[in-house]
């Protein structure tokens, strides 16, 4: 039996006038592309690595040395591979609440702005990235592998990441004013949607 203050002390009220604005999309396909695919390989890669170190160090009492360095490297590409699908998507977290408060017009042109930001941001991390790869020669400890490859991934994550933001920013910059409220204001709706279905679960 649930405890009315456990959700939010209206009795589910407020998810009952959620659903009301968003569209249940739990039974939705997946929307996974061919560009998302780096980010899940590497995710499955380091849970199998995770589980590796566990096993042989706690069922064996034989931990296999490399298993920490990689799992450290392969956390850190899952991020960025992962950001890639999240810009993709458009789905950066965001604060949307100060929209609300602005014109159709001036709201667009500040979101336009935000999103030219974020790409001369990824586009700017990016050339470092590929500059520390250049200059990185040495290798991991634990194996004959350059160090200058997590920075590649990290490069082309960053890389990814400018490009969609700069079709976004296109899109963005011809859309109608009240269109990218809209969108604003869907994507605010979504986040209330899933945290909704997380407090049902």
Known sequence: MS?????????????????????????????IRLVDLPGLIALWGLAIIVFLQFFTRYVLNDSLAWTEEFARYVLIVVAFLGAVTVSRKGTHIFLE????????????WLNVLMEALTTLFWGYLAWLAVKLALKTKTKMASAEIPKSLLYWAVAVGLAAMAVYSLIWLIRKIRQRPEDVMQEIESHALAEISTDTRDDTV
């Open 3 to 31: 405890d009315p203050d456990m959700n939010g002390g209206d009795g589910g009220r407020g998810r009952d006038a959620a659903r009301l604005f968003v569209e249940d999309d739990s039974n939705a396909p997946l929307d």
């Open 97 to 108: 609440f100060f929209y609300r408060y602005l014109s159709p017009r001036t709201g667009k």
